[in-house]
């Protein structure tokens, strides 16, 4: 695949766009979603996926508070 092709390069990156603007809604989704943390813990985050979108949303992936574990 060469991506200097005007066609195969504007699909590539038009793929590219689309999946890193799934990604970030899929993250704001899944803080506001979420009923375990608090009204500014939540604003902070949203406001890092929006100002960073693919960055600020891989960061709060890896970061976010993990639900606790109940063991029986």
Same mark, same amino acid.
């Given at each position: 695949?060469?991506? /200097? &092709? !005007? *066609?195969?390069? /504007? =699909?590539?990156? @038009?793929? %590219? @766009? /689309?999946?890193?603007? &799934?990604?970030?809604? %899929?993250?704001? =989704?899944?803080?506001?979603? *979420? $009923? *375990?943390?608090?009204? !500014?813990? $939540? &604003?902070?985050?949203? =406001?890092?996926?929006?100002?960073? !979108?693919?960055?600020?949303? /891989?960061?709060?992936? =890896?970061?976010? $508070?993990? $639900? ?5």
């Amino acid at each position: 695949m060469d991506l /200097l &092709l !005007p *066609n195969t390069a /504007l =699909i590539f990156w @038009t793929v %590219i @766009t /689309l999946l890193f603007f &799934l990604f970030s809604v %899929i993250a704001i =989704i899944h803080i506001v979603s *979420n $009923k *375990n943390t608090e009204a !500014p813990y $939540k &604003l902070m985050w949203v =406001i890092i996926v929006l100002f960073i !979108p693919f960055v600020g949303s /891989l960061l709060y992936f =890896i970061f976010r $508070k993990k $639900k606790p574990v109940v063991s029986i």
